[in-house]
Structures are given as C-alpha cells and as structure tokens.
C-alpha cells in the first residue's frame, strides 16, 4: 500500500481538524515528506498535462525577429486544433457562442480598439461610453428599469473579479473588524477567493437534498459581524438556483447586503421568464438584492474578460473604488482591481450585447433550454446514473453504481470536457449554444450510455484520466493534502515543454519538432 493509501485510512478514521493536525506533523519529517512528493507525482503523472502540439519551442527571446509571417502562422497552426476541438460542441461551457460569424465580428471590434486603456480617458473617450453602456444596459435587463433605486456598476475582468469586487465593496461600507460574509457551499468559489483576499470570515451553509441553500439555515447563520449575504442564480456545480426572494428579504431584515451571483444566469434567465419557463425572481426587482455580478463573457457571448459588477445605488459601488491622493505619480482613480484595463474587450462586450439584441438572446436562450430539457430527460432515462436537483441547462449528475470520475474519463476518451464535482462525487455539463447543433445531443447521450458501461466494466476503482486525482480528491481527509496536490499540479503547467529531453538546451536554441515526432510531453 503506498503513503496516500495508507494516510487515507489512518486520517479518515480522525475528526477533520485531528486529521489536518496529523497531516501537517507528518510532513514535517524528512523522509515521510520525501515519500509524499514521490507520491503526489505519480499521482500526477496520470493528470492530463495540455500538449500545445508546438513545433517550436522558445526558451528565451530569440535573437533575431520572427518574420511575421512565421508568427502568424505558428498561432493559427495551434489554434486551428483548439477551434476545431472546441467547435464541435463537446466542452462545458466554456465556448458560449463559437460561431464563426459572430466571433469574426468581436475580433474585428477588438483590433479596433486594441490600444484602448480605460485608464487614460483622455485618450480613449470611447472607452467611456463603452463600459456606461454595457453597465447600463446589463442593469436594465437585470431589473432596473423596474426599480425606482439607481442600479449602478462597473464592467471587470470576469466573474471572479466581480464577486471580489461586490464583497470589498461591502467590507469598506461596514467599516467593521472582522466582517463575515454568509454563503450557501455551493456558491461559486470566487466567494472564497474573495474571502481570502480581503479578510472575511466566511459562514458555508449547507445545501439541502434539492442543492438550494436552506433560507432559516442561512437567517441563522448570520451575525452582528455578518455584512452580506449570497445566493447563486444558479449556482456553478447543480445548476439550481438558491431561494433568491427569500435569502434577500432575510438579509435585509437583518441590516445586511444581499449579492446574487447570476455570473453564470445573468444572461440567460431574463431571456427565460420572457420565453414563459419558471424563473423565480432573483434580480433588481427584489429590495433586498443590493448587488449582482452577471458575466458578458458567458451567455451574453462576448470575447473572454468581462463581467459586470452591479449595486442598488452609488454609496455602495463608491466602496469599490481605489484612490490614492499622495502618489508622486499622480492623483490616481481606479475602479477595479486592475490599473491598466483592455478597453478593446469592454468594446467586444458592447459589440455582443447590440449584435444579439433581445431577439437574439431570446433565440439563443430557447435552442440552449430545449436542448437542456433533452439531454437531462435521457439522462434521467439511463440506467446507472441520477440527475441532481432540478436543473435547467447545467445538469449534474451522479452514480450510486458505478465510478462517476471513471465516466468522466471515459467521456474524455471520447473528446468531451466534462466538468468534475465533489462533495457528492458528480459530473456537470453547461449546454451552451455549441450543444444545440444538430447531432450533439444525440452523441453526448449516446456516448454517455457507452462510457457508464465502461466505467461498470473497470470496477469501482477509477482509472484514467484525472479519474485518480478525483478519486483521491473526493475522500481523502486532510483537505491540505488535496491542496498540496493542486499547488503541485499548477507547477506542472508551468514547467517548461522541454524539461522531459534529456539534453537541456542551450539558451536561444530551440527545438525543431519533426514530422511524427510526439515531441516532449
Ligand atoms: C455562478 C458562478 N459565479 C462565478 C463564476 C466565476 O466566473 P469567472 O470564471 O468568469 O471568474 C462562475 C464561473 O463559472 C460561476 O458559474
């Protein structure tokens, strides 16, 4: 039995904080750390490291300029594999839009504006207009044309961002030590991200068997300290969206903000309640919602980078905000986290946002629902496996029978990018405008039904893929272990192509990769 193996069974028979104590002791013996470094990297070396397929590897700047030819071609040789991959429909979420019309229309937006920095006003007004436009119209499809209170934002870089931002907002209003912030667990984890940045306690409050936070769990979870609440519509791992209604009159009874985290919803629950599915109120519209973050980059099918950050009136979006008044650089304002911002990406959010239109989002949002409502009937119809919640167009589900992280390798094997969930060990898919082609339901179901066979075939042991790093992730006790693991596995991205060849190279040099040849992996 090697370390992990056995750690596992020691530490799983230990409370949690026993086991985390046990962890961190055993580490700090030489030898018992050696072994556990050898051990997280065979455990890593079944963990699906990109392969680029470059021809050409650079390890310094090289001498002589690249002609740009060469350059061109080198990045649509590798984007053309990554187009054609992501085309086909076979990733969650991730490709949100992907046609080629309308991605060529972003690209031509973007080189317009590539230069643009929302920074310098002066010279890029246009920027401006922009982001008050793309924060404006986000609002009003949020609600705020149905409020008398001023719904007011910023566009950021993505939904981490924005949630980073709402929660700094909150913590500089209150002005407190020690704030603490009330989640649901299944809220995004941009929310821990958030917490760790900036201080927060945060209180996680168990989801109940339908994956919707419990609201008299959440009223009682809050305290003098608490300064917001969150709920998810819907939130990332079941695709169900938490009490909204309810979670925002009890934070308001109790003083506290409220943040809907519609990243993911943002764009696409409006356009449903107006095609006549059931959509509970979840934006503006409630009092008690003080903020939102709803991303442009997901299903408003803009380029990647931007999200919007939004807030029941101006007091609340002011704690947001940098400013530095002694800088011998100058007086400096800065609305985000970033200081230099790619003004060109705020123009592709605007350019998305028009270019669609109502009817547009309206279209996109009943091809993606209806394919959403097929693909979760087979697999509620399949034999082996059990849909979670009562999901809409991202569908989790799980296997009381069979390994669900071996069906997700499997699935892999057959070129789809599922994504993995645990705590219950479950897989998810976000359909998007990819999965609503002709023929892409049919294959993931029938490719569904082909790899639980396969996973039954293999036993209950995973086996490939990052099926092992799931397994190992989903049980084992001390959870800085898993982390070590993560950390571990992120240096493995960054190590450079060439460190598996046995001769390193000299500086400048570079490989040429030969026809047939695998190259380094
Ligand atoms: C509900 C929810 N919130 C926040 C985020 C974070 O968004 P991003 O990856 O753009 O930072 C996501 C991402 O999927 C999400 O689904």
Redesign the pocket.
Known sequence: MNLIALSERILSKLPPRMAEAMYRAAQRVPRVRRLLESEYADLLESAPIPDPAADTVFATIPEQPLSRDEIIDKVTALAAVEEEDGRQGRAS?AIYHGDREHIKLLNEVYAVNSQSNPLHIDLWPSGVKYEAEVVAMTAAMLGGNETEDEIVGTVTS????S?IMAMKAYRDMAGIRNPEMVIPNSA?V?FDKAAHYLGYKQVKVPVGPDYRVDVGAMARAVTRKTVVVAG?A???PHGVIDPIAELADMARERGAGFHT?A??GGFILPWAARLGYDVPPFDFRLPGVTSM?A?T??YGYAAKGT?VVMYRGRELRRHQYFVATDWPGGLYYSPTMAGSRPGALVATAWAAMLSMGEQGYMEATRSIFETGARIRAGIEAMDGLRVLGDPLWVIAYTSDTVNIYEVMAQMANRGWSLNGLHQPPAVHMALTLRHTQPGIAEAFLSDLAAAVDEAAASGSEPQTGSAPIYGMAATFPARRAVGDLLRRYIDKLYEPRWASQSMPLPPGEVPERGEGDEGPT
């Open positions: 979420g993505g939904g981490t961002e949630i995004h941009a998810s819907p939130g990332f985290d990243c993911l973050s991303d980059h997901k999200s």
